[in-house]
């Protein structure tokens, strides 16, 4: 086959795999427009899969990957990931400053949908085998499942990192406008914030006073643990040295990290991998099939809940200045800068030479923002219409990713045509 020929049976194969996921989102937007799905129920949803489903699946995918001899070989993922969304965010710092945007776009700028939309997109180039090029002579479900691991590992950084950082950023637009509402209004207690915001962007989004704070509470406080205040537990006096390493560990965690640490011990204990990832293995037809069963519902329900948060939330127009900035950011600025980082070192022997992880840290920054955004928008009580507005248009936009992964498997093939010529 043609050059030609090849980049345009790739470019259609990934276009394919990106309307499916296109179209799975449409179909959360669908089914809840009508007030089929309220948006209490689908945050109940979104939770569901980030703290039962994700971990499951983290589990299932990362802990066979998760041995010394296969992390020596994938530590460039997340520390790519966790490069590329640094430097994300010190572009979204330079075009708040420079063009005087709203801090949400910092956020939307850096922070990539990492779960789902990856995933999703995984298992539909996989179905068109557009991966098979990518497999290095294995058969195609073993290449998903080595693409899906990496893209795991890459979610544990990413959602460590946003915890940690997206709130005190999204509370910047937040001061400038409420500062003296928020000197009259009573508080519900010491370092919360009132769950009752009396605006016109906020009316359908929080319904009512009765019963509203628990669910909303219930439903951040768990989706959202590190960045809330820990309980404040009564230590006994023998384990008073321990209170204060705990709690700062305590404070990091969240239900992704627990899967990845559980996945790293069952990984790297030779019996225990054996034990639950082996097909052989005593467990592997009870406890981590049920764990595998639950994970595969994470990727296609998550993405239906995007779609269905996209239609339950008031939007308004983010602004053309803003949508622009972030979009140009999301779906050119980072895959560009992807593109020359796999280019400069892959192949160099700085890292693995395997073409499936050259792709991967192709994609990884690349794509819409993460659903995550409004989310925490939400928790701190931010307005949340230009956000779910300039959510709506960038997931509508997800099939240019179709570019970024033709031209991501263009650019694998050189590198490999150069490695070979050497």
Known sequence: MSPDGSFLSSFLGALQGTISVLLTVLAGYAFAR?????HTTVRRISKLCANLFLPCLIIEQMGPQLTAEKLARLWVVP???LASTLLAHLIGWAGQAVLRLPYWTIVAAGRPNTTALPLLLLQALASTGVLDAL????????????????ILLNVIVQQTFTFQTAPAILKRDDGRK?????GNRLRTGPGRTSPIVQDHEHVGLLHDHDGMEDDEQIDYHDALNP??????LHWPLCLGPLEKPVKAIYSYMSPPLIGAIIALFLGMIPPLNSLFFSPDGAL???ITQSIENLGELFVALQAFTVGAELANVPSIRPGIVPMVFVLAVR???MPALSF?????????????DDPLVWFVLIIIPAGPSAMLLANVAELVKVDIGPIIGYLTIAYMLSPLLAAVCSLGLKLVESLQARDGGH
């Open 331 to 333: 779906f050119v600025v």
């Open 178 to 182: 409420k500062d003296a509402e928020d």
């Open 340 to 352: 020359l980082f796999v280019w400069l070192t892959a192949g160099r022997g700085f890292y693995v």
């Open 34 to 38: 009508p007030g089929k799905l309220d």
């Open 284 to 286: 592997y037809a009870s």
């Open 79 to 81: 520390v790519w990931g």
């Open 135 to 150: 497999g290095d002579g294995e058969d195609a479900g073993t290449t998903l499942r080595r693409a899906k691991a990496m």
């Open 227 to 232: 960045i809330e205040d820990t309980p404040d």
